[in-house]
């Protein structure tokens, strides 16, 4: 019996402009469940741009996208409860404890209470951070702030989870356990889709790379794919496919400047 996969995340001809500039030229993209997506690119790329159309923060765009087959510009309520998103640099109420917090946004998902709390004590302690549970959090470090994020990110157990950067200030064991994580989470059949710049965690979590570039897709397979039998890092594909191979030289610039 033939398998016919249906694609969780469609994205035909997308297209997005802030004033006269183009962003996203025409992205076209099936994204499968259990994939997990490296999306990847230089500064002003058109990454965040991607995400926050897969997340309703910016609906004017040309193009269609679809989730679990329903377009994202008819019924984005009912899209959200199917995706946790990460975003980097987010704002967290630190006037709370984390326990209030993931409260706060358990219910934005329509969970109910008792739900919440025994998922989110059973989270933190997962996350090492259980004794914390009733601490305000502006007493808490970078790592800690992060965990917290990403719990309430996957709190509602969604089926398409998005990252940026989650890895940012977490300590080398909380990097391991949350790319342990990541590949669990796929395992159980969810989708996630990572943001990075981190090209060697990149290189080792994701099984399907994209590589964007001035918004345009340039690069879209496995690592392995991508290396074609080179003996190359993730590194050195990404500088010779954005055409960046220059960084000794820009780094002697910076010196020179200074002198
Ligand atoms: N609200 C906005 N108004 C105008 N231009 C914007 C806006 N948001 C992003 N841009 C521009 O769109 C382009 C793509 O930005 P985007 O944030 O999607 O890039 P990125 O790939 O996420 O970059 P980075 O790796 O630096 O986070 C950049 O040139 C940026 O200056």
Redesign the pocket.
């Known amino acids: 019996m033939e398998i016919t996969l249906t694609p969780i995340i469609s994205i035909s001809n997308l297209k997005k402009s802030?004033?006269d500039?183009q962003?996203?030229k025409g992205i076209n993209l099936e994204i499968y469940p259990g994939q997990v997506i490296g999306y990847i690119?230089?500064?002003?790329?058109?990454?965040?741009?991607?995400?926050?159309i897969l997340t309703g923060l910016i609906s004017d765009f040309e193009g269609e996208v679809t989730v679990e087959g329903k377009r994202i510009k008819d019924d984005i309520t009912a899209i959200k409860s199917q995706i946790g998103y990460v975003p980097?640099n987010a704002e967290i109420y630190d006037v709370l404890t984390p326990l209030e917090y993931l409260d706060f946004i358990g219910k934005l998902y329509g969970m109910d209470e008792d739900q919440i709390a025994t998922r989110a004590q059973k989270l933190l302690t997962a996350f090492g951070i259980g004794t914390n549970a009733n601490q305000r959090m502006d007493t808490f470090s970078k790592g800690m702030r992060q965990k917290v994020l990403l719990i309430s990110g996957i709190l509602h157990n969604p089926k398409i989870l998005i990252l940026d950067e989650p890895l940012s200030g977490l300590d080398a064991n909380a990097v391991i356990m949350v790319k342990e994580l990541i590949a669990l989470l796929a395992k159980e059949g969810k989708t996630i889709f990572y943001?990075s710049?981190m090209m060697d965690v990149v290189e080792k979590v994701a099984d399907r790379i994209l590589l964007?570039n001035n918004?345009e897709i340039i690069a879209d397979g496995s690592f392995e794919e991508l290396k074609a039998g080179g003996n190359q890092t993730l590194e050195n594909i990404f500088a010779k496919l954005t055409g960046k191979e220059e960084s000794n030289k820009e780094a002697n610039d910076v010196l020179n400047a200074l002198n």
């Open positions: 802030y004033g500039k962003v996203l690119g230089p500064n002003g790329a058109g990454k965040s741009t991607t995400v926050k980097e943001c710049h964007i918004g």
